[in-house]
């Protein structure tokens, strides 16, 4: 019997230590306050996950999309779109964050008078050292809203205090930062307050350059001849005929040095297309010059042999031409 009586006043001492706690100050403040909190929290979480799952379907849609398409290469509208899509997403979840801590200021009954003060000392010390964050996010603006270039993108940017333009695919677009993948797999992330020039390589079409180094000796309108056939060709070539928009065209002499003549050819392409392009119009240009004997600038440069000097001739003629016969015979 005591062992029960004993039992049965620790637990209501229990339950009343537990009643106490939550009837008590700290109790009241969690199934008040506390509680709003804990939603608010979670279902900004919530939310934010959303977002930035929708984002991310619409993304993989617009890549499927593309994927099943016979088209070589991305839309501009497809390529506004994702980068819209990414920049609404962020947008979206920074002004969740700013009414979450609206929310939270009213539920902690935090006198908005009381931070005035701070707030104006707080802005003042961002009005000088945010400026750079101000900058990026309008660059950005400005990019996103102008179509200046968008996801899958071949660009050549010109950053602030840097010499060499930083050129690759863009990745990723949102308002504060560009990233681009180079053509060695690296990942650049720049700043869009920094970009001072964009160069949008595969913009609505691109056009490749081939320049062609003949000799001055070879007879031109042969050359041009030639040419002119490779341009008409290129048009049916299996790699080029879906790559470009209409035939190569020879522009003529575009330049003239010492030993050679500089013709160029130029050709429009899908976007993105002119390097691969490129490469294939050297390659049918070399083919055809062969073909109809038309040497290149290299081939047709002399070559300079050894020339031995007097005072050691008789070791550096060994050495460059080889012993003379009656000398390979006294040294058997």
């Not at 008040?32 to 849609?61: E, H, K, P």
């Not at 020879?250 to 691969?276: C, H, W, Y």
């Amino acid at each position: 019997m005591t062992d029960i009586s004993s039992a049965s006043l620790l637990a209501f001492d229990w339950d009343q230590k537990w009643h106490n706690f939550w009837t008590g100050a700290v109790g009241e403040w969690m199934l008040t306050r506390g509680l709003r909190i804990g939603m608010l929290i979670i279902g900004a979480v919530l939310i934010a996950r959303l977002v930035s799952w929708a984002a991310q379907r619409i993304t993989q849609r617009i890549d499927a999309d593309f994927q099943e398409s016979d088209a070589l290469v991305r839309s501009e509208t497809a390529k506004h779109r994702q980068a819209v899509a990414s920049v609404i997403s962020w947008v979206t979840i920074a002004l969740l964050c700013v009414m979450v801590f609206v929310q939270l200021t009213e539920i902690l009954a935090i006198p908005v008078a009381s931070l005035v003060a701070p707030a104006a000392v707080l802005g003042a010390a961002l009005g000088f050292g945010a400026q750079r964050l101000v900058q990026d996010l309008l660059s950005g603006f400005f990019i996103i809203t102008e179509k200046q270039y968008g996801f899958g993108d071949l660009v050549a940017l010109t950053v602030t205090s840097v010499a060499l333009p930083a050129e690759g695919t863009v990745i990723d677009v949102t308002l504060r930062v560009t990233k681009l993948r180079s053509s060695e797999g690296e990942v650049l992330t720049i700043p869009n307050g920094q970009i001072v020039k964009t160069v949008n390589l595969s913009k609505d079409w691109a056009r490749a350059v081939v320049d062609v180094p003949v000799p001055t000796s070879a007879d031109l309108n042969l050359v041009n001849d030639v040419l002119h056939r490779v341009c008409e060709a290129s048009i049916k070539d299996p790699v080029m005929k879906d790559l470009l928009l209409d035939a190569p065209q020879l522009m003529g002499v575009e330049s003239i040095e010492l030993d050679n003549v500089n013709l160029r050819i130029v050709a429009r392409t899908l976007p993105g297309k002119q390097f691969e392009v490129g490469r294939r119009l050297r390659v049918l240009v070399i083919a055809a010059l062969a073909r109809n004997g038309i040497v290149t600038t290299a081939e047709t440069r002399p070559m300079v042999g050894a020339i031995v000097h007097p005072a050691t001739s008789a070791g550096a003629e060994e050495e460059t031409q080889g012993s003379h016969p009656s000398q390979q015979e006294e040294r058997r």
